[in-house]
């Protein structure tokens, strides 16, 4: 038996230290990736959760209501001891992994046993009456609510877990910051931090994801902006490079894609009022929303040809497409009792096809903001890399010693904090796609993304679109001295 157990242990160090090295090798070369990729594990929990955890999270104790002074008071003991079970595995990761640079972060071991010491101290004073009652139901709410409530609370930890990233990020300036090689590295560490945050948040107070889900909805507004900003970042871009070539054939192909753009969109607005303006029906509000995308349509190519202005039809032509497509997405979120949504009929596929392209949007945007980001300089490497010095050296030491000084004290290729402010605002968004920005159950029983705020979320994103489009033409010519 004692063998056995020695066993089992060696095989668990071995498999901790293989983990440790591949995790520590890969995040050294692409971190922005692994934080896509964390991002990505964050939504497909979501996804199980909201579709197959109902029964699951009925029998989480903290759902249950607690009806006597002796299970309140079990339950508060039981709560003490997972907090100092949470604070020695703290410790335990915090000693075992950590590199030489992350001693400099000693302080934030400390804060974070402070913390959980004084909530012991804060449950222990509360009266039993109140624990008992801190997420107690008179009836047992449907299955649609626990869903929501899982998808909320799965988007907190991973909310919580990014802005925690960011405010430790804000201020690096060059790759002299200890906080540079906090950012590439310590990647067991982080995985293991953010499984523990999710996993707590399903023992907090249903008021406290009451509070996060209506914070949600504009942070989810903010992120659409930034949505907005990558995307026309996306097509200057996309245009600049085909116009940097200065060749004929890019110059057609320049063409080609914005007729293609134009035709699709055309189209697009065509099938809109098929669908969404039936005949003996009083649809003023939809014609309304569609009229209005094709005046944007028509000023995005009247502001982009005009001779002031010189821009190029290609962003134009792309961004009427993408103003036609939020257009579409808002009508196809309208409830499916208004007699003004043609789509009633096919209301779960259109609804499942919604939800998987606005999370495809949302992933895409993520992706495209991680490697936008980094995409001026090289990679950045933490000093600590176990291939450092290692071999012999091609210079004398004390130039390898200098060379590495010049190359830590490079500054930093992107914002840490801003790029993890990204993911923090893509969490909100997320949990709302996912939960039909909480309105879905009571409107459209189990479909997603459908509801009246959804309906105005996404046409309020479209005319910011449009203003943002056209204040970037029109911006330089109202003031020439300011650089755009």
């Known amino acids: 038996m004692w063998a056995a157990s020695c066993l089992a242990s060696c095989c668990a160090a071995c498999a901790c230290d293989a983990c440790r090295t591949v995790v520590s090798g890969i995040s050294r070369r692409s971190a922005r990736i692994a934080y896509c990729g964390l991002f990505s594990l964050s939504l497909i929990v979501s996804w199980i959760l909201r579709e197959v955890a109902a029964p699951l999270m009925e029998k989480i104790p903290c ?144 008021g406290i994801i009451s509070f996060y889900e209506t914070i949600s909805k504009f942070g989810s507004g903010l992120f659409l902006l930034v949505q907005v900003v990558l995307l026309l970042d996306f097509v200057h871009s996309w245009n600049d490079k085909w116009v940097g070539y200065d060749e004929q054939f890019w110059y057609v192909a320049l063409l080609v894609v914005s007729l293609v753009c134009y035709v699709a969109t055309l189209a697009f607005n065509g099938l809109l009022f098929h669908f969404f303006t039936p005949s003996g029906q009083d649809c003023g509000l939809n014609t309304f929303f569609i009229v209005m995308t094709l005046i944007l349509i028509f000023g995005f190519a009247v502001v982009t040809l005009h001779p002031s202005v010189g821009g190029s039809i290609l962003p134009a032509s792309v961004l009427s497409l993408y103003c036609t497509y939020l257009c579409y997405s808002a009508l196809a979120s309208e409830p499916r009792d208004y007699e003004c949504n043609g789509l009633h009929k096919h209301s779960k596929a259109v609804s499942s096809g919604t939800l998987a392209l606005g999370l495809l949007t949302t992933v895409l945007s993520v992706v495209y903001s991680a490697v936008r980001a980094g995409s001026s300089t090289t990679l950045l490497s933490p000093p600590s890399s176990p291939r450092a010095g290692s071999g012999k050296p091609l210079l004398p030491l004390d130039k390898v010693d200098e060379e590495e000084e010049k190359e830590r004290s490079k500054p930093v290729s992107y914002s840490y904090s801003f790029f993890h402010l990204i993911f923090s605002l893509a969490s909100m968004y997320s949990a709302m796609l996912l939960t039909g920005w909480s309105t879905s159950v009571g409107e459209s029983g189990n479909l997603v993304d459908v509801g009246w705020p959804s309906v105005w979320v996404r046409i309020v994103t479209g005319w910011a679109t449009a203003a943002l489009f056209i204040w970037s033409q029109v911006a330089p010519i109202l003031f020439p001295d300011r650089e755009f």
């Open 63 to 206: 759902k249950v209501r607690l009806r006597t002074h002796h299970s309140a008071q079990t339950a508060l003991v039981v709560t003490g001891y997972a907090v100092v079970a949470v604070v020695m595995l703290w410790q335990a990761v915090f000693c075992l992994l950590m590199s030489d640079h992350w001693k400099t972060f000693q302080w934030l071991d400390d804060i974070v046993v402070l913390l959980f010491v004084a909530c012991i101290i804060f449950q222990e004073s509360l009266p039993i009456d109140y624990i008992a009652g801190i997420n107690s139901f008179h009836t047992t709410p449907n299955r649609e609510w626990f869903e929501t409530d899982a998808v909320l609370r799965v988007s907190l930890g991973n909310f919580l877990f990014f802005t925690i990233l960011a405010i430790l990020m804000i201020g690096v300036k060059n790759q002299k910051d200890p906080r540079d090689s906090m950012h590439h590295g310590g990647w067991m560490m982080k995985i293991i931090c953010w499984c523990l945050m999710v996993i707590f948040m399903f023992f907090l107070p249903n």
